[in-house]
């Protein structure tokens, strides 16, 4: 009955539609198309020719530059990236960014609407995939990178690669999923093109991998059902646990249990100070215990050890980036993108792995 009640009062409110004229009267209108700059201009465009209020644009992008949407929209000084995570009802960050040109006006409300939602706000600065996408991208080229170099290096197959930088990058790392699951979750396509929209803004840097093209070819895209759980894409899944790997030579999935023990082996143990995520992540000696296990990890020269340690190092390096490309002004925003936004137990500029 509560909840029939709460439906009740927020359809009072809200008022769903599927015509664009619903926003021609608008004061405050908040657009969260898929990642296409062209789409989203098209449709800002149209919106204002008709709306005489001059409205303020709020875009919840995550890579395309704003002060292109509000070039080629002809917006000046009224659109601001408000970056949502997802899902936005529990996601508690914000990602703030504005142009030279946003009014005064719009930025203030908007971070006062934010407050109000009891958001946290991180300003970023306004360039292609700000912090979030800017370190979540090139980390997970790395993770493709590392793959096919184990996999060469090994003499395995790429599948057995894959499972093993995944599996470090969860358990050697302590984050909530493995790298290869975290792309599938936002998708091998949404990741795809969101490469393709940062790649051109990047000249010193090559965002891009064969490897997703290949999945994209073979119709593997990863995602998400509107129930929240998880489309099969590089892993399988059942239950919402891993049970198999794609096979991207022979194009099928092979069944964890024909190769895990053999992977698990390859890695070797985890040090016996090992911490796992969803213990740690509220533990008031967070950081001492994460410290020892690191420790534990540099001094160990076993495979998924020495993956992590590797791993870790680049993690770093690439937040460090993003301050020195003025893509962030200060390290705590790194940090703190990746610890609410992605549920990191630490940010990646930290001296764990130095």
């Excluded at 998708?187 to 990047?202: A, E, K, R, S, T």
């Excluded at 390859?266 to 992540?281: A, F, R, T, Y």
Aim: aromatic fraction near 10%; charge should be negative; glycine fraction near 6%.
């Amino acid at each position: 009955d509560i909840i029939d009640e709460y439906i009740f009062d927020v359809l009072n409110v809200v008022r769903p539609g599927t015509a664009m004229e619903v926003a021609y009267q608008s004061n405050l209108i908040f657009e969260a198309v898929s990642e296409n700059r062209s789409l989203k201009v098209k449709l800002l465009s149209q919106i204002d020719k008709n709306n005489a209020n001059k409205p303020w644009y709020f875009t919840n992008t995550s890579s395309v530059p704003i002060n292109l949407i509000e070039s080629e929209a002809g917006l000046d000084g009224r659109v601001l990236g408000f970056h949502f995570y997802n899902p936005p009802a529990v996601q508690r960050l914000v990602e703030l960014i504005t142009t030279e040109k946003t009014s005064e006006e719009a930025i203030a409300f908007a971070q006062e609407y934010a407050k109000n939602l009891k958001k946290i706000i991180v300003p970023s600065n306004d360039h292609a995939g700000f912090i979030g996408n800017g370190h979540f991208m090139r980390d997970a080229l790395h993770g493709l990178k590392e793959a096919e170099a184990l996999a060469a290096e090994k003499d395995i197959p790429l599948y057995k690669a894959v499972y093993i930088i995944n599996s470090v990058t969860q358990d050697y790392l302590v984050r909530p999923m493995g790298i290869f699951q975290l792309i599938d979750y936002v998708g091998i396509d949404v990741v795809q093109f969101i490469l393709n929209v940062m790649n051109p803004f990047n000249p010193d840097e090559e965002l891009q991998h064969d490897l997703l093209d290949k999945m994209m070819e073979q119709g593997v895209k990863g995602g998400q059902y509107s129930s929240g759980a998880q489309k099969d894409g590089f892993l399988k899944y059942k239950s919402g646990k891993i049970v198999g790997v794609w096979d991207i030579h022979k194009q099928h999935y092979v069944d964890l249990e024909q190769f895990k023990d053999e992977c698990d082996e390859m890695m070797g143990e985890l040090p016996k100070s090992h911490v796992v995520w969803k213990n740690i992540i509220r533990n008031k000696n967070k950081e001492e215990l994460l410290q020892q296990f690191f420790n534990d990890l540099k001094s160990s020269d076993a495979l998924g050890a020495v993956l992590a340690v590797k791993y870790g190092k680049r993690s770093k390096e690439i937040g460090e980036k993003l301050v020195s490309d003025k893509v962030a002004d200060k390290i705590d925003h790194v940090n703190t993108v990746m610890l609410t936004g992605f549920y990191h137990a630490y940010g990646p500029v930290n001296n764990f792995f130095d």
